[in-house]
């Protein structure tokens, strides 16, 4: 069973950045696929960006592009997210697969999630 632990949340001003993490333990592979979604409260959940289990594809959600990067090192998962809006309020999830599922909400693993926090 593989275990993902986020961290990095926290309170910004509007335009400010942020990086969020994600390790994952446990399991076998030497490496995954994973991904960030998130929710805001009264919202669906929203895929953010994800990563090939290479790290060599990323995908984007259509609200982040241009202001978040996805990053990965293996087991660890990177999010740097600049220019912060009120919008991008929400709990961010950490996802990851043996397979590579693109933005596709698949991923068999889950973290508990991060609050990133943007007032108005």
């Known amino acids: 069973q593989v275990q993902l632990v986020e961290s990095g949340g926290g309170l910004v001003q509007p335009g400010d950045s942020l990086t969020l993490s994600c390790v994952a333990s446990?399991?076998?592979?030497?490496?995954?696929?994973m991904a960030w979604f998130r929710q805001a409260p009264g919202k669906d959940r929203e895929f953010v960006a994800a990563?090939?289990?290479?790290?060599?594809t990323t995908y984007y959600g259509d609200s982040v592009k241009g202001r978040f990067t996805v990053l990965k090192d293996r087991r660890t998962l990177y999010l740097d997210m600049n220019s912060l809006q009120p919008e991008d309020t929400a709990t961010y999830y950490c996802?990851?697969?043996?397979?590579?599922?693109?933005?596709?909400?698949?991923?068999?693993?889950w973290g508990q999630g991060t609050q990133v926090t943007v007032p108005v």
């Open positions: 446990g399991g076998t592979s030497s490496s995954y696929a």
């Open positions: 996802e990851a697969d043996e397979m590579n599922l693109g933005p596709t909400d698949e991923y068999s693993y």
């Open positions: 990563i090939s289990w290479s790290g060599s």
